[in-house]
Structures are given as C-alpha cells and as structure tokens.
C-alpha cells in the first residue's frame, strides 16, 4: 500500500498497517524533518524494521535532490539478515511502483570471517585467525613480492578485484551476506574488500553496532559517511553497555606473558631489518617527524585498527622524540609491561584515578602521558614498517598498546581497579588490571556530533528519560507506544507466593531457602500439565539455576516434569547451546512439549525469539540484578551518582527491569500470537519495580494479577488458554482497529485518524 505522510509518500509492501506502526511512522518523520536525535520504544512483534525502513527509503525518495543515507546498526548478524531480507521486500515494491528510480544499493557489511570466500582463510578457527590469514595473502608487500617470486602464495579473489580497479562495482539492489559471497564466488572479486569499497556509494548499509561505537573500527570503516546520514541504533535497550565495553580493557597475567614474547620478536623483525634495509626504518623515523596525519593515504588491506581513542587533534601532532625510534619504542613497551606486572602482584584490591596512575607510571617507569598516547599509532606504524602478517599473534602487546592510548588520551569517566583475585573464589589467585569506561556518552558522543538524526529505538527503553541522560543528548522526539489489540493476547502475572503461602524471591538471603526452591519448582510442575507446547524459565545466573536444578532433582521434581515435557538447558558453550534449541524446537514441533531452562543476560535471552507454540508460556525467576559487589559496577555507580545524578539503586532497578522485560518480551513476536509471562518474585509487587518495566506490558498487566499464588496462577493460566482458543478477528471490531487498510488511511482525515490511534 502507498499513503502519504505530510509531504511523503510512504510506500509499504504490506496490505495493512498496525495503527501503532502509523503512528511510529509519524514521529519517526518529526525528528527527520527537524534534523534531530529520537528516542523510540515500540512493542517486540509490531513491525518495526519495516516501518523504519520503509519510512526512511520513502523519504530519501521525496527528496532526490538531497538523498540521506540510512546506517542501520544490529547487534547480531542473524538480525542484520532479518534487516536486509525485509528491505528486499521493500525494495521490489518500491520498484514495481516507480521503475528504476526506486533503485538503490543496500549491502550488509561484517567481518571477513562472514565475507570471506577463500576456502583456505577461512578453515582458520576464529575471527582474528581469518583477518591474519587474508593479511598474509593481500598486504602491499606480499604482493610486492608475489609479483617478483610466483610462488609466494596470493589470494586469486583479491588479486581479480585489483584487476578490475574502477570495474568492480556492485549494480543496484539488496545485497544479503550470502548474496554478497555469491556475487564474489560469481565474478571471482573479493566480498570483503568489495562490500567496504560500496560502503561510500551504497544508500542503506547494514552492520554491527562495533563499527560505530568501537572507536578502533569506526575510524576506517566510518569515517567517509556523509553527515546526511541517518543512524538507526535497533535493539538498543542495551546500548550504554555497549558503550562502555568499547572503551574498556583488561590486561591478565596471560597478557604481559604474551605481551613480552611480542616484544622479543619485533625485537627481532628490528634487527633484521637493521642488516638488510636499515632504509625503511629511517623512513618511518622521517614520517613520524611530520606527524600521523600522512597515514591517511596507506592500501586498504595494510589498514589494520585506528586509533582507540577518538580525538583528531593526535593525527595532527608529530610523534613524541623518545618513540620516534623503533628500539626507543619498544624500550618504552617493555617500561610500561615491567611496571604492569609489578602493579598485578598486589594483595588488596586498588581502584585509581587514571591521572593518579599517570602520575605513578612517570615516577616509577619513566613514561609520560603523551608517549602513552601514541603507543597504539606508533605500534600500528612499526608492525607496517616490519611488515608483519600474522596479526593475530600480537593481540597481546596491541591490547597493551590500547590500554595506554585511553589511559594517556582521558582524565575523567575512567577508573583502574586492580582485583587479585576473583571475589567469589578467593582461593584463586588471578589477578586482573581493568581500565573501565564509566561514561557511555563517551563512545556515542561523536556519532551524535557527526550525523545530522541518530534513532535509537527497542521494544524495551523503560524509564525512557533514563537514556538521555546516560548517554549525555537531547532527543527532539522521545516516544513510548502501545500495543493495540483486539484480544488482550499478553498475560502479565506477578506470583509472590507459592501455594503454602511462603513468599517466594531470589534475594540473596532467601534464594537458598528450601521453601523457595520447593515452591519454584512446585510452580512449574503445576504449570507444565496445564500449559501446552513451549514452557521458557530464566534464572538470574548460571550458578543459581546450576544450584536450583540440583536440588530439584534431588527431590524429584525434575522427574515429575519429565513425565510432562521434555527438558532443555542453555549452557555457556554456544555449540551445545544451539543444539539444545534445536532439540528443543523438534520436541515442540511434534507435540511432546518441552521446557527451556536459560539465563537473563545470556545469549537466549537477547536475540533468540520462541514465537508461537515455542513459547506459550515464559517464567522469570527472580528480578536479574548484576552481581552488586562488582568492584566495576560500584565503579560506575559512583560516577553516575556523581556527574548524572543517577541514584544507585534507581540505576540497579533499571537495569534489573530492562533484563526482565527483555527475557520475557521474547514470547510475542506478533499480534496473532499469544502468551503468558510469570514474574516469580515477591519483589515484583512493589510499585517502584515494577513501574519500570515497558508500558505495553504493564498496560496488561491488571491489578487482580499482581500478588498471586502458585494454585491461583494455574488457575488464571487455565482460564486464558480457553479464552486464546476462541476464534477472534483480526482487523479488530466496532471503533478500535487494529489493522488500517489503504482506504481506512485515506478516508479518515486527520483528525479522526488521531482519535482512533490513541
């Protein structure tokens, strides 16, 4: 259907819209119009990849002479797939209606590793091991020397796509990953080193947050998109996360161990060089001399990461005198590695300023902060300079590297917290030196400054005024929406107590209480012989539901569950993981049932979806808090408290609440769908917790549902599966629709329109 916006037509592939997708639609459109940052959170299960895509194509096209570019971020590379096979969708309706003016180029952009069509780079295990690989057969200088010795190995998919030159285009269309590594198979060019030469020409590019965020990469992937860009931030209720593990970095024992064979083997690479071509390396000293900023101009397979710091104003400066020379340099490195392991041999936790550790490093080791600075671009320089390959082996001494540029490069956000131990096995010794990012603005900020509308949009952003204030900007628009309905098909429950009437809570002093345990595990018994199909339980870590599940055998309730349905467990093994899913999907395909067991936090509950009868009912038990005395996220909440005026616990609930809604927002991904979430914690029946999960599921939520027990709960659980089997209609009666066809958007005026979205 096609519909007008104001002054744009909207094309969408489908025949109707969800009321909810309009509405969204709209405000999408105010914050476009005002060229401003927004903040959307809109139910999972409504449509809104497409609403988004198709708002944002269909306003690139209204205005030809000035077309934006879209940059959509997922979090996973199963969603970038979702992403792109919508917008195919998109893209042919859009082209029946308008011919080839409709054309555009959209790729989906990911490592080599997912790019990669050279069978012998990819036999290599993991990511960093396929980058390593395609170095050793595309650097400048190997192929230097493949063109004067033919038998030293070449990738022939490269070596076609620098043939080609200017030849090697994309022409229009959606590319998936797979359609990308066809297109290479096809015409014999490389995917990888393709897809990052379109990037510039391309009007939707899909990719991973990473590439944006994560100042190493975003530096050469990101740095040619036009300001006209719009960046879509998807699933991005976890988003000052991501923020802040961008900019943090842990150095172990294993790291300075790895760190010093690095360094002895530059050392070396040096001296080779120093008897073969001791030209090179005055080249490098000369070119450091004027400065960084000449680095712009290097092949792109030589490009390794940018700087992890994100100031420009380091390109501009020439290198510090003490590093220019490589044996100064890595005299300096070995300074910076002595002096780390003497501060990892501590007894007692330390938590330092990062000016008070700039200050310790100058007296004991001699090193001043704008050495440190360098140390990454410099390392970057002098791995060109030797013409090193085997990236991946010197993952130890870049970590190092990284660690000093964002330490040399920032005096606040920051904290060091040197832990000797891990505090829940003491009898351990592992010590650990963190460089934690406190600050998630600091990631963000230059992709705020950078591009002229931002949309950072979830189906959970509760409390909403909470982002910006953590992530430091000010939303032109800021929206919370519902869900309309035309059967209340969520069924929010909050059990408080189990059938003897004890209350029931993971609070750390009652979690290993027999009573709760019993009661938990007497819940889901009553509930697995009611309940048909998909039964998923999240626990608040692995080592409360490794304990629960013990326990519950040994009183035989597993057995009894057994006799039910069939049980599945998430482990932190991904391989294992994805087998207990499948098994588990094959169990509720045949009609035997089955229960998943998993873990708030983990990877199930961020991107699996149990759609339809894989999850008719969802059970969280307990409110998921992070470990509270993390030395790390103590850290933090100082810092919130001290520069955002965010109060611990208020940042500990929500957090908390986001986990939650997110475990159980898994079990609607459509309107069609229906199905029960249990809140098992009398925690929940606080108005302060709860008040902070989504609005679309506290609407559903009614206040007879709020402090129930276990034989209650069985009870509701009966009456609205009966009710779900009633035959229902879709588009929704008398004056509450929820599906709007074509004629419905034209022949309602505003007005009326408006009345019958809200």
């Given amino acids: 259907m096609k519909f007008q916006i104001e002054d744009v037509t909207v094309y969408f592939p489908y025949d109707h819209i969800y009321p909810e997708q309009y509405s969204y639609m709209i405000e999408l459109k105010r914050a476009l119009d005002a060229k401003g940052h927004c903040l959307l959170e809109m139910p999972t299960g409504t449509g809104k990849t497409i609403a988004l895509l198709s708002l944002i194509t269909s306003y690139s096209l209204s205005k030809p002479e000035s077309p934006i570019k879209l940059i959509y971020c997922t979090r996973t590379v199963h969603e970038m797939e979702k992403t792109l096979a919508e917008l195919k969708l998109l893209h042919k309706y859009q082209k029946e209606h308008l011919g080839a003016q409709a054309r555009i180029l959209a790729i989906g952009l990911s490592s080599r590793k997912n790019l990669c069509v050279n069978p ?38 490269f070596e076609d796509y620098e043939r080609a030159g200017g030849e090697a285009l994309l022409p229009p269309g959606v590319y998936t990953l797979q359609d990308l590594r066809a297109f290479g198979r096809e015409k014999g060019w490389c995917p990888y080193f393709l897809a990052r030469r379109m990037v510039q020409f391309a009007n939707v590019i899909v990719y991973s947050y990473q590439y944006l965020l994560d100042p190493k990469v975003a530096g050469i992937i990101s740095k040619e998109l036009p300001k006209e860009s719009v960046v879509v931030f998807d699933e991005a209720h976890n988003i000052d996360n991501v923020c802040i593990e961008a900019l943090s970095v842990s150095v172990r024992r294993q ?95 330390e938590k330092e300023s990062p000016v008070g550790f700039l200050v310790s490093i100058n007296n004991h080791a001699g090193i001043d902060q704008k050495a440190l600075k360098f140390c990454y671009d410099r390392l970057h320089s002098l791995m060109l300079t030797l013409e090193i390959t085997d990236t991946d082996e010197f993952l130890h001494i870049q970590t190092i590297c990284d660690f000093a540029t964002l330490i040399g490069t920032y005096a606040r956000g920051f904290s060091i917290i040197i832990e000797p131990f891990d505090e829940r096995m003491p009898h351990i010794p592992d010590p650990v030196l963190q460089l934690c990012c406190h600050d998630a603005s600091l990631a963000i900020k230059p992709v705020f400054d950078r591009f002229q509308s931002v949309v950072i949009t979830s189906g959970t952003l509760s409390p909403i005024d909470l982002y910006p204030r953590l992530l430091n900007f000010h939303p032109v628009v800021s929206r919370s929406f519902t869900m309309s309905l ?41 509930l697995v012989s009611v309940v048909p199909d998909g039964i998923v339980c999240f626990f608040v870590s692995y080592s409360y539901m490794d304990g629960i599940i013990n326990a519950w055998n040994d009183h035989g309730i597993l057995k009894d569950i057994m006799q039910h349905k069939l049980v599945f467990i998430e482990t932190q093994d991904v391989v294992e993981t994805t087998l207990a899913l499948d098994n588990y999907r094959r169990a509720c395909d045949c009609g035997r049932g089955a229960v998943f067991f998993s873990v708030a936090r983990g990877k199930v509950a961020e991107g699996i979806d149990f759609d339809r009868h894989y999850g008719r009912l969802v059970i969280m038990f307990g409110v998921p808090f992070q470990y509270t005395l ?49 809140f098992a914690d009398k925690r929940y029946g606080r108005h302060d917790k709860r008040s902070k999960l989504p609005g679309w599921i506290l609407s559903h939520l009614r206040d007879a549902h709020l402090n129930l027990s276990t034989d209650m709960v069985v009870h509701i659980a009966r009456e609205f599966q009966r009710k779900m089997a009633q035959p229902f209609d879709k588009t929704g009666g008398g004056d509450k629709r929820t599906l709007l066809s074509q004629e419905d958007l034209e022949k309602m005026g505003d007005g009326s329109m408006h009345e019958m979205l809200y």
């Fill in 120 to 157: 012998g780079v990819l036999s290599a295990e993991n990511r960093d091991s396929v980058d390593a690989a395609c170095r050793k057969l595309t650097a400048s200088w190997v192929r230097t020397m493949a063109a004067e010795n033919p038998n030293v190995p070449t990738c022939e998919y």
């Fill in 255 to 349: 790291t300075l161990e790895g760190a010093t064979r690095n360094l002895n083997r530059i050392s070396q690479e040096i001296d080779r060089f120093k008897a073969t071509d001791a030209g090179r390396l005055r080249a490098e000293y000369n070119r450091l001399v004027e400065g960084l900023a000449l680095r712009g101009n290097l092949p792109t397979t030589d490009i390794w990461l940018a700087n992890p710091a994100l100031p420009d104003d380091i390109l501009k400066e020439a290198v510090p005198g003490n590093i220019r020379r490589a044996e100064h340099f890595l005299h300096v490195l070995r300074r910076l590695v002595q002096y780390l392991r003497g501060r990892l041999e501590t007894e007692n936790v």
């Fill in 486 to 526: 035309t059967r209340d098909c969520i069924c929010p429950m909050v059990l408080t107590r189990g059938s003897d009437q004890l209350p029931v809570s993971t609070k750390f002093d009652m979690r290993s209480d027999p009573g709760v345990v019993r009661n938990y595990g007497k819940l889901l018994l009553e």
């Fill in 630 to 678: 993390s030395k790390i996220l103590l850290a933090r909440l100082e810092y919130l408290r001290d520069n955002f005026q965010i109060k611990e616990g208020d940042f500990l609930t929500f957090d908390a609440l986001r986990q939650a809604a997110q475990c159980v927002g898994r079990v609607i991904r459509s309107k069609a769908d229906y199905g029960m979430m249990i």
